[in-house]
């Protein structure tokens, strides 16, 4: 499993709008200028991520790009899915017709647990939490009753 720059560069964008959330458009301009991302390819991150529907774009003066759902609904596997495509390879992908039965079907096993246990902790850190971990390292922190 790699995380590219890609990755990289489209969670930090996503980060960005999830702390402007609720702001109004960001213009990538904005984003490019806070996060350091060369602005053409963030352009093109943001595309990936609008048409998997995490983000919606504005165009026109006013225009800008916004999170399409509230930042607790948004997880960071859906963000890494939409930029990469699955994280691990299908277990059909894997499958070698060479070696013994018995040590392929251990280690087919070994990467279904690893599969699971990335999928399960992506599938549970939101956006959200990226923001509070944000807020409580800042000395922000939020009390929910």
Do not use: C
Not at 56 to 80: D, N
Not at 97 to 111: H, M, S, T, Y
């Amino acid at each position: 499993m790699r995380i590219s720059s890609k990755s990289e560069y489209g969670l930090r964008a996503l980060f960005d709008l999830a702390q402007h959330y609720g702001m109004g458009p960001i213009q990538s301009r904005e984003i490019h200028e806070r996060q350091g991302v060369d602005e053409n390819y963030l352009n093109q991150i943001l595309i990936l991520l609008r048409k998997a529907g995490l983000i919606e774009s504005l165009r026109g003066p006013q225009g800008g790009h916004r999170l399409a759902r509230a930042p607790e609904k948004i997880t960071i596997l859906e963000a890494l899915t939409a930029l990469e495509g699955p994280l691990l390879p299908p277990e059909a992908a894997i499958t070698s017709a060479n070696g013994d039965l018995v040590d392929r079907e251990i280690i087919r096993e070994v990467w279904s647990e690893l599969r699971a246990a990335v999928q399960l902790h992506l599938g549970a850190t939101t956006l959200e939490d990226l923001r509070q971990r944000k807020r409580s390292r800042d000395g922000e922190v939020m009390y929910y009753i």
